[in-house]
């Protein structure tokens, strides 16, 4: 598919909050993700949104959804350092059977 | 075992050379995908299974790359006369009927694959 672009990388500190965005590219996109991949592990659904919606909220995760300028973002609340890993935004689109599109990935570092 | 497994979980291979990388997804999963991640990318999708057969195979990158999945459970991604640009992480992953609707993915660690 066509690119889904992420920026590549955000440093914050302990305690303050990150916002990680992304541009997808399908307006027929029924679901966007966020995925999360620690060094030596498999990657790992965060949160996932569905299109007709604006915001979603799951404890110290927000997920913006601006669909007619197609931008996703991922707010982590009071960031710890076991936060840091590289974020996935991807999109899904039915018709696929749901092979999803990725971004390249936001690497998080979360500094003391 | 709870999550998706994949063997082996690293290859080093000679170019040319045949090779095999096996997925067991979780039990009772209907759908299984293999994806492809190059360092710095994020994964790229290869193939989709719904059960035995492959509902969507657009994403193998040519001839050389095959993948079955006989029996709807076990799948093996298969490439013949590997070529140093086939070097990635080739991950796997599967889901069940509840969540193929929400798209919603789980991912083995991956089987890391060096041609030299």
Redesign the interface.
Known sequence: ?ED?EQSLFLSVREGDSSVINCTYTDSSS??L?W?KQEP??????LT?IFSNMDMKQDQRLTVLLNKKDKHLSLRIADTQTGDSAIY?C?E?V?D??????????TSLLVTP | GA??SQTPSNKVTEKGKYVELRCDPISGHT?L?W?RQSL??????LI?F?GTGA??D??LPNDRFFAVRPEGSVSTLKIQRTERGDSAVY?C?S?PIGT???????????SRLTVL
């Open positions: 598919g889904v029924t679901y993700y995925y030596g592990a498999g990657l790992q659904l996932y996935f991807a899904g039915p696929s059977g749901y092979a999803l599109n990725f971004g390249k990935g | 999550g998706v759908a995908y994806y710095g990318q994020g994964p790229e999708f989709y719904q509902a969507d657009s994403g991950l992953a889901s193929v609707n929400t798209g919603e993915l789980f991912f083995g660690e991956g």
